[in-house]
């Protein structure tokens, strides 16, 4: 049995396709992400769309509207966690949450400061206790923030 998507998703998108088309736009994501909050530029419009675009036309489908809005409305705008989060959704390339530990380790070893193998491994033992071969990095930056957090408050 299929899933029913919350009715304001589809209220969203149909008030966003301007043109009744039944796609987003370029420009209209762009002005989906500024009622977000968000001055998004060609940059992140044209990544946000490589990430989502499945079919590759430039225009974003109903289903690929969910999943952007599914994880803006998760992190709040500006913040140091969805910086993070977003770094890693370059490497999640079915946009579920999840990254294997190949990719992963690409994302370790070419974003931001460079880490060894070594350091890279040690980071997976503590991502990956179980070894089932899946990080889900929003829960993992987030637990992360939160022992920042606390190291502040209990050094």
């Keep these: 049995?299929?899933?029913?998507?919350?009715?304001?998703?589809?209220?969203?998108?149909?008030?966003?396709?301007?043109?009744?088309?039944?796609?987003?736009?370029?420009?209209?994501?762009?002005?989906?992400?500024?009622?977000?909050?968000?001055?998004?530029?060609?940059?992140?419009?044209?990544?946000?769309?490589?990430?989502?675009?499945?079919?590759?036309?430039?225009?974003?489908?109903?289903?690929?509207?969910?999943?952007i809005m599914s994880y803006q409305l998760q992190i709040p705008p500006h913040s140091a966690t969805r910086e993070i989060v977003e770094s890693f959704r370059i490497f999640d390339t079915d946009l579920d949450g999840t990254l294997t530990v190949e990719q992963f380790r690409e994302a370790m070893m070419t974003l931001g400061e460079k880490l060894s193998e070594e350091d890279v491994g040690k980071m997976l033992e503590m991502c990956d206790p179980e070894k089932t071969g899946i990080i889900h990095y929003e829960a993992l930056v987030r637990r992360v923030e939160a022992h920042e957090a606390n190291k502040a408050f209990f050094p």
């Design 1 to 67: 049995m299929q899933q029913v998507p919350p009715p304001d998703v589809q209220q969203l998108f149909t008030f966003f396709d301007k043109n009744g088309d039944g796609y987003i736009s370029r420009a209209e994501l762009a002005d989906v992400l500024r009622t977000m909050g968000r001055n998004p530029g060609e940059e992140e419009i044209d990544r946000i769309i490589a990430q989502v675009d499945r079919s590759g036309d430039g225009k974003i489908q109903y289903h690929e509207f969910e999943a």
